[in-house]
């Protein structure tokens, strides 16, 4: 099994920042892609940035330029650096991470994280 825990959501004003952990501990042979999505209530859950291995990132529009995505492999942690943030980027965020067990090399195993409120007044 694989733990992730989450820092760094909360209350902030329009234009300001936030940075965003999640650090995963556990039974971790390797790492394949680390993420964050997002959901808004009454809406589904969007990917927002992911990672991977190799560094390369995929970033949803809406935050290309404003949001960014980073990993540290030594402690298994993904962070967000979310800049200029706007009210529409209200949502739980949710981090998800591709898990490799030593019991099983070759298959990939989904984990997500509890969520973190990111509320942003206008």
């Known amino acids: 099994q694989v733990q992730l825990v989450e820092s760094g959501g909360g209350l902030v004003q329009a234009g300001g920042s936030l940075r965003l952990s999640c650090a995963a501990s556990?039974?971790?042979?390797?790492?394949?892609?680390m993420g964050w999505h997002r959901q808004a209530p009454g809406k589904q859950r969007d990917l927002v940035a992911a990672?991977?291995?190799?560094?390369?990132?995929n970033y949803a529009d809406s935050v290309k330029g404003r949001f960014t995505i980073s990993r540290d492999n030594a402690k298994n942690t993904v962070y967000l650096q979310m800049n200029s943030l706007k009210p529409e980027d209200t949502a739980v965020y949710y981090c998800?991470?591709?898990?490799?067990?030593?019991?099983?090399?070759?298959?990939?195993?989904?984990?997500w994280g509890q969520g973190t409120q990111v509320t942003v007044s206008s």
């Open positions: 556990g039974d971790i042979l390797k790492i394949n892609s």
């Open positions: 990672i991977s291995s190799r560094g390369d990132t």
């Open positions: 998800h991470t591709v898990v490799r067990h030593s019991d099983s090399p070759l298959v990939g195993y989904n984990y």
